[in-house]
């Protein structure tokens, strides 16, 4: 990997499960702490620097620490309360369903959830099941917001109760939004991966964190949700590091736990594991974790190009604020069997010209109307959006390219040494 800037190397060294460094957080001055609390909040990782390199920061660094954590707090119990209302009514609906994230990632991804910043909350509902959970929902004061046509989920759901941004990532007032999956993968957007996931449906459990009851994926089958999680996203180029910190922490943890790697190997396919696999090695490079020997083994397997791509270009998904490569492109393509398929996703990313949200979305406004946009407005915003982003794909398009080429010769040589 490439040097990262000096306030998020200091992030990765504090926050790595083996030969951790948080004393260096010491050595940095009061803007590059402004800096890096500014990338922190936006990763998702302040509160678990707070945790590991309280020591080591200034007196004023503690005490934003210790606000961030009170009203994370404070926020952590609203989501509980928000979730026990939901639960309820979804049981008396008769509306099935399991939590994803979230609360469902405690002990193993985080070691206290009022260190994870939990913006939403998320569910998956079987096919006979969302229409009638988003109308629960609805009749509970929800309402749906323009969401992005490629998520996998319904439109986010949220309660407006007058409350605007203040600047606070942790502010305990904002009201919890409410995500509805209807799938767990996405091949026709992705074109590579599972093409069925139904399994982890079949084997839901019930689990219990701090008085609350929900169900929630099969331990193992969590973990292949997390993995495929950050593998999704950084394809996509939209990974936050707090889920490899969080992955990470997990194989860190359970690093000697062979009746876990037993069922894992148990329970999913061989190519299942080894998309898991990517993902895992993403979270060894960035935060030199433990991993059990069955992992080892399967990171081992996996191609040169993957493995040289995760070395050379991982560093690109690190600040996804300033990062304007399209790197992660050559390893999406590299997961993909069919030429057609690989041609579609290549000038999807090198010529993109739809906007991110879906045109044919609707939008309910405040006091309860709806609005849809006409053919001729949508076909306008998608030439307008199309031409003023013209200018950025040309320029970074030679340098793609030239990424591209570097990273095929490299793991030519590294397969004619090996």
């Known amino acids: 990997m490439s040097k990262p800037p000096r306030h998020i190397a200091a992030v990765l060294s504090a926050l790595r499960l083996k030969g951790g460094r948080a004393e260096e957080l010491s050595s940095l001055d009061d803007a590059t702490w402004n800096e890096l609390l500014a990338y922190t909040d936006f990763t998702h990782l302040t509160l678990y620097l707070g945790a590991s390199g309280h020591d080591f920061a200034p007196d004023w660094v503690r005490q934003r620490f210790g606000n961030n954590l009170s009203d994370n707090s404070r926020r952590f119990e609203r989501i509980k309360a928000a979730y026990g209302e939901m639960a309820h009514a979804f049981h008396r609906a008769g509306v099935n369903h399991v939590v994803l994230k979230g609360f469902s990632q405690w002990p193993d991804y985080s070691e206290d959830l009022r260190l994870r910043l939990q913006s939403d909350i998320d569910f998956y509902c079987p096919p006979e099941s969302i229409l009638q959970a988003?109308?629960?929902?609805?009749g509970m004061g929800y309402k749906e917001v323009p969401t992005s046509s490629f998520a996998d989920h319904l439109p986010i759901m949220i309660r407006d109760d007058g409350w605007h941004w203040k600047g606070n990532y942790y502010d305990p007032e904002i009201p919890p939004m409410v995500e509805l999956h209807h799938r767990l993968w996405n091949p026709q957007r992705l074109r590579f991966g599972p093409s069925s996931l139904e399994a982890f449906?079949?084997?839901?459990?019930?689990?219990?964190?701090?008085?609350?009851?929900?169900?929630?994926?099969?331990?193992?089958?969590n973990l292949g949700f997390s993995a495929l999680q950050v593998l999704r996203d950084l394809v996509n180029h939209g990974l936050l590091l707090h889920k490899v910190y969080e992955l990470a922490r997990f194989l860190h943890r359970n690093a000697?736990?062979?009746?876990?790697?037993?069922?894992?190997?148990?329970?999913?396919?061989?190519?299942?594991?080894?998309?898991?696999?990517?993902?895992?090695?993403?979270?060894?490079?960035?935060?030199?974790?433990?991993?059990?020997?069955?992992?080892?083994?399967?990171?081992?397997?996996?191609?040169?190009?993957?493995?040289?791509?995760?070395?050379?270009?991982?560093d690109s998904f690190l600040n996804p604020r300033e990062n304007l490569t399209k790197d992660a492109l050559w390893l999406?393509?590299?997961?993909?069997?069919s030429a057609r398929d690989k041609l579609a996703v290549g000038l999807r990313v090198l010529v993109?010209?739809?906007?991110?949200?879906?045109?044919?979305?609707?939008?309910?406004?405040?006091d309860g109307a709806v609005l849809k946009s006409t053919f001729?407005?949508?076909?306008?915003?998608?030439?307008?959006?199309?031409?003023?982003?013209?200018?950025?794909?040309?320029?970074?398009?030679?340098?793609?390219?030239?990424?591209?080429?570097?990273?095929?010769?490299?793991?030519?040589?590294?397969?004619?040494?090996?």
């Not at 988003?134 to 609805?138: E, K, S």
């Not at 449906?201 to 089958?221: K, M, N, T």
């Not at 993109?352 to 405040?366: S, V, Y």
């Open 134 to 138: 988003r109308d629960v929902l609805i």
């Open 201 to 221: 449906w079949s084997r839901r459990q019930v689990r219990r964190v701090e008085g609350i009851d929900f169900p929630a994926l099969h331990w193992v089958d």
């Open 256 to 314: 000697e736990n062979e009746h876990f790697w037993q069922e894992w190997i148990q329970l999913h396919d061989r190519p299942l594991r080894q998309w898991e696999a990517i993902a895992f090695r993403l979270a060894v490079q960035c935060f030199a974790c433990d991993v059990a020997p069955e992992v080892a083994d399967h990171m081992k397997q996996l191609p040169g190009f993957i493995d040289k791509w995760i070395v050379h270009y991982a």
């Open 332 to 337: 999406h393509l590299a997961l993909i069997d």
């Open 352 to 366: 993109p010209m739809k906007l991110q949200t879906d045109p044919e979305m609707i939008a309910i406004t405040d």
């Open 376 to 418: 001729f407005q949508r076909l306008l915003r998608r030439a307008a959006y199309g031409t003023s982003r013209l200018p950025l794909h040309a320029g970074l398009l030679p340098i793609t390219l030239w990424h591209g080429l570097r990273l095929w010769w490299s793991a030519r040589e590294f397969k004619a040494q090996a």
